[in-house]
């Protein structure tokens, strides 16, 4: 048995749920068979690594592995697999290289080798690299999947290599008309995989930019990253970008090119310096070649897997390394002759992409044209939301005119869109120093305020705005003082100076009209709702500009302000309806997506999700949908206020659902964050040691917590109300109540959460009057998720079983039983306290009726989705949850409804 490759990952990333499927045919103890497909150094070898590792001791392992030209060598695959063993039957070894006897004793010998290997035991079988296999090995392998027995056979093999001349071919169509084959296709890592395997192999995070780039240079094929980190000791992530193909590898990619004929070779030199994407009419006038004897050419590449077709008329390399190896070998007159070549063709045919005309002007060396195509190219990216080409180009322009301030502000604002904050201060600096006109100088400051508020860079942002405040006193009045305007009422916002936010909004907003400005005014009229929407008590009318600007944003191509606009309006006082919700959800994502907005297209998404899904009162689909976000970035380093952006949600998430170990290695991730809010760490910790019950640890945070919001401007209603909930569980004597409340209700806090929290501290102190109608009052109110208002009816039932109203309470108890069905925690907890009391069924007791009647609301939805024929991936899709808890949705309607097929169910539902 040979033993198999590892990696330069310590873990195996982005394939967990491939593992656990196979995790789950090997347990089973019964015959199973799973055929793995990908391309080369996708990591089929290592998912089989990995999967063996989780087998029990007693299972028997066999891994054979096929090798090229295997085909004149029969059972090479079983040889390989029993090589060293010394159990092997020398009889039935014999029999089986025996070329003097029949095919069908040999096949009979080697079933026969396996039999005396495995016997009885449960057993693991490996057939590595099928599409190699010898007609015997295949063979074998389908008469091993027509046994019986608790084994798991699997074969591994390569797509692209399998064809009608070889075996594997016809093994794979017989293996799907005999067998319930479960079939695992390895795709390549995205992005965030690839982030993540740097960081386990480096054991650090990886910086945005290297982490993309590198993505890009190895397609997210694991194993050309794994040789690129091989080659490079110390593993410095950011030299890897430019470092040079290591020799084995480059050796390995060029094979696939070697034995062309020299009019091939020339042709696919020609591509390989044409670029990412390569025209057919591009390539045939670079090259000469005819229209016939071209396709000819790209059809044997096709084939060979060197090319693909990406488009119409339009092919790329499958690996980009593959294009980079070949290019290596290439003289620098020869690629630049060809460069020369691929520019005169496109600027003769007035071509529209400048990117491809920057490529081939840089390689060149004719600059003027490159610069020229970087400027145009930098805007048009910039408009179709293409933020790191727009960056790319820019910055190409910048490396020969490095003080061009129109190509500065297109780097600034690619920079922050794609999150790269360091380069956007960068550039951004660099911009606001050189520009001439006083609304580039106000536009760079704009922009310089939202990066520094985003890095969290605070001295930054008070240095800003008193620059801000004398270019406003220098300006005469006009579109230059409005904008700087409008910079200054951004930086009073993100600084939480509400009132200053306001002011600069609405001088802001007279100059736009009266110099006829409607850039600014839409800029202005963002800042102005976004801080209304801060004030519980303006936060309608906050709501109302911030709607009617989005429709003006969006029909103005301003797609930046409309994704921030949607965002506030996600991130503030909830809508109507969950769909509204929704609606405005992905709304902000499309727009971002447009944008080139990274962090409201994806980190922001995600939080919105979770959001959406509070609001619904599915607390495991908020908490699937940030450990999702989380884990997209974790193999990142990030910034400011994007480092561990859903920590603090996660954290609190945690917390409700009483995860007390989970809560607090994410609170200890975060401490080790440098510049966090000052009340966050404090809050956490003190909410944390109150539900582990550990009151000298909560008395010491709630110390801290009290100095550091003295000098936070702003207040949470919802941190409010959890942390007064967690002092009450824990007992913090009546002073400390009464001093916590003092800190955290100020005049912005929600009325209706001021009101919960005074109720609840009235019952503490045994005012069930006064506190039961603190509860009644706010038992509907709607800036309440399901989960508070639970918690409300649940206060105000203890407050009526205080006063004997026990039919009351419990009327308050059922109300509360529907909107904390899909929580769980410290809530639920309290419910099934109040039921107890109440002499009621347990909330976990099963229901009291069969049938539709016995669906919550929230899977009668569902039921109806499914009755319409949507999948779990669909159904995740359309209510915003993932498609885990899609499928648990599912499995409880199936199991409440007595059926067994999703038919059934909406058969069920019709009729009801």
């Given at each position: 048995?040979r ?9 195996m990333?982005?394939?967990e ?23 080369p ?34 059972y ?9 063993r010394?159990?092997?039957?020398d ?6 290289a ?16 396996l039999a005396?290997?495995?016997g009885?035991?449960p057993a ?11 007609s015997?090995?295949?063979?074998l ?6 046994q019986r ?17 070889r ?13 319930a ?13 690839t ?9 650090s995070?990886a910086p945005?930019?290297?982490?993309t780039?590198?993505h ?6 694991p194993f ?6 091989r ?9 890897l ?6 020799w084995s ?5 060029r094979?696939?090119?070697d034995?062309?004929?020299p ?11 044409l ?10 006038d670079?090259t ?8 000819a050419?790209l059809?044997?590449?096709v084939?060979?897997?060197v ?16 294009r ?5 070998q ?7 002759r060809?460069?020369e070549?691929a ?12 990117a491809?005309?920057?490529h ?11 610069i ?5 190219g930098?805007?048009?990216?910039l ?15 910048l490396d ?6 129109g190509?500065?502000?297109?780097a ?26 006083a ?16 890095s969290r ?8 705005t ?6 406003i ?41 009266e ?17 209304l ?10 709501r ?12 103005a191509?301003e797609?930046v ?5 949607l ?5 503030g006082?909830?809508p ?5 919700h929704a ?18 297209a ?16 599915d ?16 193999g990142?380093?990030?910034v ?7 920590g ?14 989970r ?7 975060l401490?080790a ?18 539900r582990?019950?550990d ?11 009290v ?19 967690a002092?009450?569980e824990?007992?913090l ?7 916590m ?14 009101t ?10 045994g ?26 009816h ?15 309470a ?15 925690g ?15 069924a ?11 009647a016995?669906?919550t609301p ?5 039921a ?15 209510l ?9 949705h599912?499995s409880?309607?199936l199991?409440k ?9 909406g ?6």
């Open positions: 048995m033993t198999l490759r590892g990696g330069a990952s310590p873990v990333i982005g394939r749920s491939e593992l656990r499927r196979l995790t789950q045919l090997a347990s089973a103890r019964e015959p199973a068979v799973a055929l793995i497909a990908g391309e150094g996708i990591g089929k070898t290592r998912l089989v690594h990995e999967l063996l590792a989780t087998v029990p001791a007693e299972t028997v392992v066999l891994v054979g592995q096929a090798e090229p030209g295997s085909l004149a060598r029969p090479e695959v079983l040889l390989d697999a029993i090589d060293g010394p159990e092997v039957d009889e039935h070894l014999a029999a089986l025996d070329a003097g006897r029949s095919p069908v004793e040999r096949l009979h010998a080697g079933l026969a080798l005396d290997l495995i009885d035991a693991v079988i490996v057939f590595e690299d099928l599409h190699w296999a010898d015997e090995s295949a063979a392998f389908e008469r091993i999947a027509d027995g608790p084994r798991l056979l699997i074969g591994t093999y390569r797509p692209d290599e399998v064809s009608r001349r075996p594997v071919a016809g093994l794979l169509a017989r293996m799907e008309r005999r067998h084959v479960s079939h695992v296709l390895l795709d390549r890592l995205t992005p965030a995989q982030a993540a395997l740097l960081a386990a192999a480096t054991g995070p945005l930019r290297a982490a780039a590198l890009h240079r190895t397609g997210g094929n050309f990253l794994e040789e690129l980190l080659a490079l000791p110390g593993y410095d992530v950011e030299a970008v430019e470092q040079p193909l290591p590898l480059a050796d390995v990619l094979r696939q090119v034995d062309l004929d009019e091939s070779h020339r042709i696919v030199e020609a591509a390989t310096v670029g990412h994407r390569i025209p057919f009419d591009l390539l045939a670079v000469g070649t005819g229209e016939d004897a071209l396709i050419v059809r044997d590449l084939t060979r897997g090319l693909v077709e990406s488009g119409e008329d339009e092919f790329a390399f499958r690996h980009a390394l593959v980079e190896a070949i290019a290596d290439m003289l620098g007159r020869q690629r630049r060809l460069h070549a520019l005169d063709v496109l600027l003769r045919g007035g071509a529209s992409d400048p491809m005309v920057a081939h002007a840089r390689g060149a060396g004719r600059y003027p044209d490159m020229a195509a970087a400027r145009g930098a805007a048009l990216y408009s179709i939301g293409s933020a790191y080409q727009a960056l790319q180009l820019a910055e190409m322009g020969e005119v490095p003080d061009d301030t190509l500065l502000a297109a600034a604002r690619a920079a922050w869109l794609a999150g790269l904050l360091d380069d956007a201060l960068r550039y951004g600096r660099r911009w606001r120093d050189l520009a001439d006109l609304t580039d100088r106000a536009e760079s400051l704009y922009l310089l305020v939202r990066i520094a508020w985003e860079e605070t001295d930054e942002m008070r240095a800003l008193q620059h801000i405040e004398t270019l006193a220098q300006l005469p009045p006009g579109e230059g003082q409005a904008r700087a305007m409008t910079a200054i009422a951004q930086s009073a916002y993100l600084r939480d100076d509400l009132d200053a936010a306001l002011l600069w909004c609405d001088r802001a907003l007279a100059l736009a009209d110099f006829d400005l409607p850039a600014v005014r839409l800029a202005a009229l963002l800042e102005k709702g976004s801080t929407s801060e004030r519980p008590q303006r936060a309608a009318e906050g109302e500009l911030l709607s009617g600007l989005v429709d003006d944003a969006e029909k191509g797609w302000l409309a994704a921030r606009a965002h506030c309006l996600v991130q006082e909830p109507a309806s969950p769909a509204e609606e405005i959800l992905e709304r902000m994502r499309v727009d971002a997506e447009r944008a080139g907005f990274e962090s409201l994806v980190a922001t998404y995600f939080q919105g999700r979770a959001r959406l899904a509070v609001r619904a009162g607390l495991d689909a908020a908490i699937a949908a940030l450990e999702e976000g989380r884990e997209q970035d974790s990142y380093r990030r400011g206020r994007w480092a561990d952006y859903h603090v949600f996660l954290a609190g998430l945690y917390l409700e659902a009483g995860e007390l170990d809560a607090g290695r994410v609170v200890t991730d401490a964050l440098p510049n966090n809010p000052p009340s966050t760490i404090p809050g956490l910790a003190f909410h944390l040691a109150c582990r019950a009151l000298p640890r909560a008395e010491a945070a709630l110390d801290e917590f100095i550091a919001l003295s000098g936070q401007p702003w207040r949470s209603s919802e941190q409010a109300h959890d942390l007064i909930s002092a009450l824990i007992g004597p009546p002073h400390r109540l009464d001093q409340a003092a800190v955290l209700l100020d005049a912005d806090v929600w009325d209706a959460y001021r919960l929290v005074e109720a609840q501290l009235a019952e503490a102190r005012e069930h009057a006064a506190a039961l109608a603190g509860y009644l009052a706010v038992a509907d109110a709607h800036i309440f998720g399901p989960a508070t208002r639970g918690t409300v649940v206060g105000a039932a203890r407050c009526l079983l205080a006063a004997g109203r026990s039919g009351e419990a009327a308050q108890t059922a109300a509360a039983v529907a909107l904390l069905d899909g929580w769980r410290w809530r639920v907890t309290q419910l099934a306290q109040i039921r107890t009391r109440l002499g009621m347990p909330a976990d007791a099963p229901p009291a009726v069969t049938g539709p016995a669906l929230r899977e009668r939805e569902v109806v989705l499914i009755s319409d024929g949507l999948t779990n991936t669909e159904l995740a899709r359309r915003y949850i993932s498609p885990k808890t899609a499928a648990v599912v409880n309607i199991r409804l007595g059926v067994s097929s999703r038919t059934e169910v058969n069920l539902v019709g009729r009801s």
